[in-house]
C-alpha cells in the first residue's frame, strides 16, 4: 500500500458516519447477580431504537439516552432473567442504576452456562460459570474452547488448538489486555505443561474464529479475549484429583478499593502417561501460580498488575514398548529396549502493570507496560534398540510374529537451550458516544532471543550405520546452531463503530486498520478490516454479519528457523485475504430456548511459510515460498435439550491446501512431476463436537456431563524433514470422556464455611479409542533394489483411564 493510498485510508476512517448533537441523558450503573458477582457482557439498550452497549470486566456500564422521551431500558444477559424499566429523562441529566439480574433457574447448581448474545461483531461472549466438572483430561480451559465450531484439535494432552485449519501459531490469546506469549522449545504433548489461562479466575470470555477487529493484534487465525475476576469479598476453592489440583482465593477490602484474586495449580500426568504402549519412568510436573491485583486510587484512576510464574519439568526413563500396528491383511510388531533418559524444563515469567485512566464518562485510557521471560531447556541421551516383525494372528486373539523383517538401533542426543525475552509499552484508549465509539492504540515491543541448538541422531540398521559409508560413521543427521537476534516491532491501530436505523433496519459497523513495522525484516504492513452486524428489526429472531478484512501475520523467531538452525531474517509477513458471512437464529423447542449459528468463510493466503507437525512441535520450512488458501462453514446449535441444562453440538467443513514454488518430485523413471496444491497439516475436513449434560429428575444434585469429538484423519509428514509435500494420513479422532458428579453440600445447606462441595468421577476415553499422534519412522538396511524401506510405527495418545475428583468452594 502507498503512501497515497494509506493517506485517504486514513481519511475514510476518519470520515464521520452519524450525526450528533441531540439533548441526551446519561445512565450509567453496574450489573451484578444474585451473589454480588459482576455480569461481564450483558446487554444494555434502548427498546426499539438502536441505542446499547455492553457491561465491561467489572460489570459496569454507560449510555447515552435521549431526553425528554420517554424509554424503556432492557438488560439482558444469557441465564438470567431481563430486566425492563421505563424512564423519561431530562436534557445533561445523570442517574446511577445499578442492577442485579435473577437467575432463570434457581434451583439447579448447573456447571456450565455457556451462551451467544446477539453479536455486535464476530466475537461470541462465553458465559462460562464452571469447568471444574468437566471430564477434562489435562485441566485446561482448552478443553471447552475445541468443541467450538472452526476449532479443531487430535490431541487431549495438549492444550493447543487449530482454527479453521491454521497453525497453532495462528491464534491470539489476550488476558486483562495483554498479549500471552508461550514457550518455543515445546515438541511433544507429554511436555506440555498447564495452559496460561487459569479457569477459576476467569470473569468472561470472548472467542472471535476469524474476522476479528482491527484493536486485536497481527494474527492470521482466531482471537481469544479473557477478562479475569476482581471479586466482591473473600471466596475461593480447593481441588484435588489423580490428575493434579487446585487452590484459587479471592479477596476485597473493606472499602472495595483493593481486590486480589490468586490461584494456584499443579498438574501431573504421570497416571495417563503409565498407560501407553512406551513403559518406563515419567515424572512430570507442572506448577502455575498467578494473581491479579487491582487498586483504586481514585474514582478516575485504578491500577492492577497480572502475575504469573509457570515451572514444568518432564522427566522421562523410558525401558521398553511394543506396539501392533498395520492392517488385517499385513500387521506388524514393533518391538524395542530403551536405555538413557531424558530432562526437559520450560520455566516461564510475565509481569504486566496497567494504568486505567478515565477523566470523565466517555474516555477511557489504558497504559500497560509488561515483561515475559522464558528459560527453556531439552536434553536427553536414549539408546533405542529395536526389531519389526510381520506378525500373524494368534488364536488368543494376539499377534505372534511371523517373520523378522528388520533389527537396528538409534541414538539421540539433545542440549537444546532457548532463552527468551519479550518487553513491550502499550496504550489503549476509546471515546464513546450515543451511537458508537472510538478505539484506538500503539504499541511498542522489544524482543531478545538466545537459542542454543545441539541435536543429532545415528542410526544402525543390521551392523550397518545409515547413511552407509566406506569411510566412517555416519550420522543420519546433526543440527548445531548459535542465534541471538535482537529486534523491536511497532503497530498502531484506528477503529470506529456506528449503530443505527435504516427502515427499522437494526446496523452496527465496524471499520478500523492496523499498521506495524518490525526491524529485522524492515517490512511495513497495513491491515484494514471491517464488519456489519444487521437486525432486520427489534422482533426479529435472526441476526446477520459480514466481516472482510487483510490479515497480516508478521514472523516470529520460530518461524524463520530451519530444522538445522539457519535463520532467514528477510521473510515476509504471511498475508489473508479474508470474508466471513453468517447469522445466529434463535428459536423455540420443546418450550425451551435454543440459538443456531452458521458462518461460511474463505481466506486466501500469501507469503505462506510452509510447516510440518510432529505431535505438537511445528517444524517450519522457510526456505520454500508458498501460496494456500483454506474455505469452510461452521454450524452451531445449543441449548436446553433437558430443561434446566444447556448443552451444545458443532459441525464444521474445512479444506486447506497450499502450494509451495518450484516443488518438485523426481521419479524412478528420472520424470518429473509437480505436486500443485496439498493438504496443510492441519487440513481437517469434517470436526464434529458435542457437549451434553443431564441430571436425575428426582435430584437434580446427581448430574452426567459428556463430551464427543470426531475429526477425521489429518494428513502427516514423511520421514524427510527437508520435504515439505509428501504427506501420509493419521487416521480419525475419536473421544469420549464422561463425568459423574454430585453435590455433597449444596448453596441451600446450613454452613456458613462451604458454599457447595462437589464429587465427580470420570471415564476418560470411555471407548478405549487408539488414536494416533505421530508417527516413528524406522528404516532399514538397502533391500535388493538398493531402496532403504521406512516402516511408519504410529505413536497413540491416552487409553481409557479412570478419574476422581473432589472440588470445594467457599
Do not use: C
Request: charged share 20%; no cysteine; hydrophobic share 35%.
Amino acid at each position: 500500500m502507498n503512501h497515497r493510498s494509506f493517506k485517504y485510508l486514513i481519511a475514510f476512517l476518519l470520515f464521520p458516519l452519524a450525526a450528533f448533537g441531540q439533548q441526551t441523558a446519561t445512565i450509567k450503573g453496574v450489573v451484578s447477580d444474585p451473589e454480588g458477582s459482576s455480569l461481564y457482557y450483558a446487554s444494555v439498550a434502548v427498546k426499539n431504537k438502536a441505542i446499547g452497549t455492553f457491561t465491561d470486566d467489572k460489570g459496569f456500564y454507560l449510555l447515552k439516552v435521549p431526553a425528554n422521551e420517554k424509554i424503556i431500558l432492557v438488560l439482558t444477559h444469557v441465564g438470567y432473567e431481563n430486566y425492563m424499566d421505563t424512564l423519561l429523562l431530562s436534557d445533561n441529566q445523570v442517574i446511577e442504576l445499578n442492577i442485579t439480574l435473577k437467575q432463570i433457574v434457581e434451583n439447579l447448581e448447573d456447571v456450565v452456562i455457556y451462551g451467544i448474545n446477539a453479536r455486535e461483531n464476530t466475537l461470541t461472549p462465553i458465559n462460562l460459570k464452571s469447568i471444574d466438572q468437566l471430564p477434562n483430561s489435562n485441566g485446561n480451559f482448552e478443553t471447552i474452547l475445541k468443541t467450538l465450531p472452526g476449532v479443531a484439535s487430535g490431541n487431549e494432552l495438549s492444550s493447543q488448538y487449530s482454527v479453521r485449519g491454521g497453525s497453532f501459531d495462528e491464534n491470539l490469546i489476550y488476558v486483562n489486555d495483554v498479549e500471552i506469549h508461550k514457550p518455543l522449545l515445546v515438541q511433544s504433548s507429554q511436555q506440555e505443561g498447564l495452559s496460561f489461562v487459569n479457569p477459576g479466575m476467569v470473569s468472561s470470555i470472548q472467542f472471535s474464529a476469524g474476522g476479528f477487529d482491527a484493536q486485536y493484534g497481527d494474527k492470521l487465525s482466531s482471537v481469544l479475549d479473557i477478562k479475569y475476576k476482581q471479586p466482591k469479598d473473600l471466596s475461593g476453592s480447593v481441588s484435588a484429583s489423580l490428575l493434579g489440583g487446585s487452590v484459587l482465593l479471592g479477596d476485597a477490602s473493606k472499602n472495595k478499593k483493593f481486590t486480589m484474586n490468586t490461584g494456584l495449580r499443579y498438574k501431573t500426568t504421570q497416571y495417563l502417561l503409565n498407560n501407553m504402549d512406551t513403559k518406563g519412568d515419567y515424572k512430570p510436573s507442572f506448577t502455575d501460580l498467578q494473581t491479579y491485583l487491582t487498586y483504586d486510587l481514585s474514582k478516575k484512576v485504578e491500577i492492577s498488575f497480572l502475575g504469573n510464574y509457570a515451572n514444568n519439568k518432564y522427566d522421562r526413563t523410558p525401558q521398553n514398548r511394543v506396539t501392533e500396528f498395520g492392517s488385517f491383511m499385513q500387521s506388524f510388531n514393533f518391538t524395542t529396549f530403551y536405555e538413557g533418559q531424558e530432562k526437559d524444563k520450560f520455566d516461564t515469567y510475565l509481569g504486566a502493570l496497567a494504568l486505567h485512566y478515565q477523566p470523565n464518562e466517555n474516555i477511557s485510557l489504558k497504559f500497560i507496560g509488561s515483561a515475559f521471560q522464558s528459560n527453556e531447556e531439552i536434553t536427553y541421551d536414549i539408546l533405542k534398540e529395536y526389531w519389526i516383525s510381520q506378525a500373524t494372528n494368534s488364536s488368543k486373539g494376539r499377534n505372534d510374529s511371523l517373520i523378522n523383517i528388520g533389527v537396528g538401533s538409534s541414538l539421540d542426543h539433545a542440549r537444546d537451550y532457548m532463552k527468551s525475552g519479550i518487553y513491550s509499552l502499550e496504550h489503549k484508549g476509546a471515546y464513546y458516544m450515543p451511537s458508537g465509539n472510538w478505539k484506538w492504540g500503539l504499541k511498542v515491543q522489544k524482543e531478545n532471543i538466545n537459542d542454543k541448538l545441539d541435536e543429532w541422531e545415528m542410526l544402525d540398521s543390521a551392523n550397518y550405520s545409515l547413511p552407509q559409508s566406506d569411510e566412517g560413521i555416519n550420522l543420519n543427521f546433526a543440527n548445531k546452531a548459535n542465534n541471538i537476534l535482537n529486534s523491536m516491532r511497532y503497530a498502531g491501530y484506528l477503529q470506529n463503530t456506528s449503530t443505527f436505523d435504516i427502515n427499522k433496519n437494526n446496523i452496527s459497523l465496524t471499520l478500523g486498520a492496523r499498521i506495524q513495522y518490525w526491524t529485522v525484516n524492515k517490512d511495513i504492513t497495513i491491515s484494514p478490516r471491517g464488519n456489519i452486524t444487521l437486525k432486520p428489526d427489534i422482533t426479529s429472531n435472526t441476526t446477520w454479519h459480514l466481516a472482510a478484512g487483510l490479515y497480516y501475520q508478521p514472523p516470529f523467531y520460530s518461524e524463520i528457523r530451519d530444522p538445522q538452525g539457519n535463520l532467514f531474517t528477510n521473510l515476509q509477513a504471511q498475508r489473508a485475504l479474508e470474508i466471513a458471512a453468517g447469522s445466529d437464529y434463535k428459536f423455540m423447542a420443546w418450550g425451551r430456548p435454543f440459538i443456531f449459528t452458521s458462518e461460511i468463510y474463505y481466506k486466501n493466503i500469501t507469503h505462506l511459510i510452509p510447516y510440518k507437525l510432529v505431535d505438537v512441535r511445528q517444524v517450519y520450512l522457510p526456505e520454500y515460498k508458498a501460496k494456500g488458501y483454506a474455505t469452510g462453514i461452521d454450524f452451531k446449535v445449543y441449548g436446553e435439550f433437558v430443561e434446566g441444562t444447556e448443552s451444545w453440538f458443532s459441525l464444521s467443513l474445512l479444506t486447506s491446501k497450499e502450494d509451495i514454488y518450484n516443488d518438485k518430485i523426481v521419479n524412478s523413471d528420472h520424470t518429473v512431476t509437480y505436486p500443485g496444491y496439498y493438504r496443510r497439516p492441519m487440513d481437517q475436513w469434517v470436526n464434529f463436537s458435542l457437549f451434553f449434560q443431564d441430571y436425575l429428575p428426582t435430584n437434580p444434585d446427581y448430574k452426567v456431563h459428556l463430551t464427543l469429538t470426531y475429526g477425521s484423519g489429518l494428513p502427516y509428514s514423511g520421514p524427510s524433514l527437508s520435504r515439505p509435500s509428501d504427506t501420509y494420513s493419521l487416521g480419525a479422532y475419536r473421544r469420549v470422556d464422561i463425568g459423574f458428579s454430585r453435590v455433597i453440600i449444596g448453596k441451600k445447606a446450613k454452613t456458613s464455611i462451604f458454599k457447595s462441595i462437589w464429587i465427580t468421577a470420570e471415564i476418560l476415553n470411555l471407548l478405549d479409542t487408539q488414536n494416533k499422534v505421530s508417527y516413528d519412522w524406522v528404516k532399514t538396511v538397502e533391500n535388493n533394489g538398493g531402496v532403504n524401506i521406512n516402516y511408519a510405527v504410529p505413536n497413540y495418545l491416552t487409553s481409557r483411564t479412570f478419574n476422581v475428583k473432589i472440588t470445594v468452594y467457599f
